[in-house]
């Protein structure tokens, strides 16, 4: 029994490590990775607590390697995955029941975990399943991860705090209940924290979780799970599950129990789901909460007073960082003619510095994109570059897959502002350039606003006040992440909420208690100490 009001401080963010050479971190990151390269692990399905091997394998590679195996991990069918579901439902009344402060403690364990020892290994798995630089790595699969449970801890305890009034003869209180059924998280490849996130953020508020990752992230997501079992995850209370796409719809989202869908992923994969549900929507015992965060078309949209360095900056690093496998990520850049030519002499000399290769010499800029799949995507729309006459490739576009599925860092330039490569996500290091008239600067705001189908991230660059706040204004409804002379990537948890409307997701707001709202399912209380002891009322007494 507990008579004490418990509070958690609000965090700071945690600090980012640069792995200098010669420090200590980089030489114990560079050890870390070795030894992971140096045997080849199985990952079972981890239901209940237990490991759970099925037979049925998949290999996890490396993307800069790609005859590489890192392990070999079972797949979930239709037993497992029922399996699964029994499994969360019966943890379920164990965990909604614990006191808050216990679930807490167990995210924030796994935060200090992940800052401590753990941190080499899943910082090293990440670089090594997804080809991300030390940085990129650090600031995704550390750094973000360990921001995500200790600021949802906090956000938790603000929701928990806020109550209605109350009056003298009776108190109202809300009891946040957790969702009644399970959530299902379908988790990307490209960021491990995001990955984290999409389990934990439902979890920490009293949910039961059963977690799809990602094919290409199975991997460094296997060793998340293992953290969060050391930091005393109860028995299913999260249930690691590996499984193919088509699975998920015939045994998890035609459950009754279907409580929640935690996504981020692509819009088409989001669009299937939302249509399942609604398919089945009179089998459930409630609606299901459906938070999904899914494509981008991030731009840049540049004034002529612009400042040309920092505007070169963003655009290298918004549009290359991590090969351009970011939601977020600059595809679109709109440049005034004034300025093209300096911009263009300085954004050659830039991109000819870039080190593209494997992942542990580190004076790689870049890895490899994820897998042959995607290669041969990304690949496609540059040869049909090519041969367009209304676009042609400014840098780069050479790609190569003999050893690892590489990209070279590639912009392209268009006479055609609506042009393939303005409208669709590529997810990939490219870049396409649109030159405007600078007499025509609202035009192509508007050209901006309604070009791509998504609203995710944006940013702007100019000098000049009163433009800034007309760009912000036109162009409103864009992006749900809207950067003033800054890179549109780079969101950090407590500081900028991420999320997307149109077709770039719900909008709800990682990051933030926004999107722990989603994951409760709230109980007004109302207690009257002396209730009325007779109906009528005083307008009743004569005629």
């Not at 705090?161 to 957790?178: C, L």
């Not at 929507?281 to 965060?293: A, C, H």
């Not at 003619?337 to 954004?347: H, M, R």
């Not at 791509?452 to 007309?470: C, E, H, N, W």
Request: glycine residues 8%; aromatic residues 12%; neutral net charge.
């Amino acid at each position: 029994m507990y008579n004490g009001c418990f509070r958690i401080n609000k965090p700071q963010n945690e600090s980012i490590f640069t792995y200098e050479l010669g420090s200590q971190q980089r030489n114990e990151l560079k050890a870390k990775i070795a030894e992971l390269k140096e045997k080849e692990i199985e990952i079972p399905l981890i239901i209940d607590g237990k490991e759970v091997k099925t037979g049925n394998l998949g290999t996890c590679i490396i993307p800069h390697n790609h005859q590489h195996v890192l392990a070999r991990y079972h797949i979930a069918g239709e037993k497992e995955m029922n399996l699964a579901k029994d499994v969360a439902l019966k943890a379920k009344k164990t965990w909604e029941s614990m006191p808050w402060t216990h679930r807490a403690s167990i995210f924030l364990k796994a935060a200090e975990l992940l800052a401590g020892p753990w941190r080499t290994t899943i910082n090293a798995a990440t670089m090594l399943c997804q080809s991300k630089n030390p940085h990129q790595a650090e600031i995704d699969a550390v750094c973000e991860l360990i921001d995500f449970l200790r600021f949802n801890a906090f956000f938790m305890q603000e929701i928990y705090e806020e109550q209605p009034v109350s009056g003298t003869e009776f108190w109202n209180r809300i009891d946040y209940r957790p969702l009644e059924g399970f959530v299902l998280a379908i988790t990307p490849f490209n960021f491990t924290a995001i990955a984290g996130n999409l389990v934990t953020a439902p979890a920490m508020l009293g949910n039961v979780v059963n977690w799809k990752p990602a094919t290409a992230a199975i991997y460094s997501n296997y060793f998340l799970m293992k953290l969060l079992q050391e930091a005393g995850l109860p028995d299913g209370v999260i249930n690691f599950i590996p499984s193919m796409g088509s699975d998920i719809g015939k045994y998890m989202l035609n459950c009754e129990w279907l409580a929640g869908i935690h996504f981020t992923g692509s819009t088409e994969v989001f669009n299937s789901l939302w249509k399942e549900v609604a398919q089945n929507v009179e089998k459930y015992k409630s609606y299901p909460r459906i938070v999904g965060e899914t494509g981008g078309k991030g731009f840049i949209f540049a004034h002529n007073s612009s400042r040309v360095d920092a505007l070169v900056t963003a655009l290298i690093r918004g549009a290359f960082e991590y090969q351009g496998q970011k939601c977020s990520a600059a595809s679109r850049a709109y440049i005034p003619k004034s300025l093209w030519n300096v911009i263009k002499d300085k954004l050659l000399e830039a991109l000819e510095t870039i080190k593209v290769g494997d992942i542990e010499d580190f004076r790689n800029f870049m890895g490899a994109v994820i897998d042959y799949k995607s290669f041969e995507r990304i690949k496609k729309y540059l040869e049909y570059v090519k041969e367009s006459h209304e676009a042609q490739i400014f840098y780069g576009g050479k790609c190569d897959d003999s050893v690892g599925y590489f990209i070279e860092p590639t912009v392209i330039i268009t006479s055609n502002p609506r042009f393939k490569t303005m409208e669709e996500e590529l997810f990939g290091p490219v870049l396409t350039v649109y030159i405007y008239d600078d007499s025509a600067f609202d035009e192509t705001l508007e050209l901006c606003s309604t070009t791509s189908p998504y609203g995710l991230t944006g940013a702007v660059f100019a000098t000049d006040r009163q433009t800034i706040i007309k760009m912000e204004q036109r162009l409103s409804y864009t992006a749900g992440n809207f950067y003033i002379n800054d890179k549109p990537t780079g969101a950090v948890v407590g500081q900028q909420p991420f999320g997307g409307s149109r077709s770039s997701g719900t909008n709800d707001k990682a990051g933030s208690k926004l999107n722990l709202l989603r994951w409760v399912s709230p109980r007004t209380i109302k207690e009257t100490f002396d209730p009325a002891k007779s109906y009528g009322y005083p307008h009743m007494v004569g005629k």
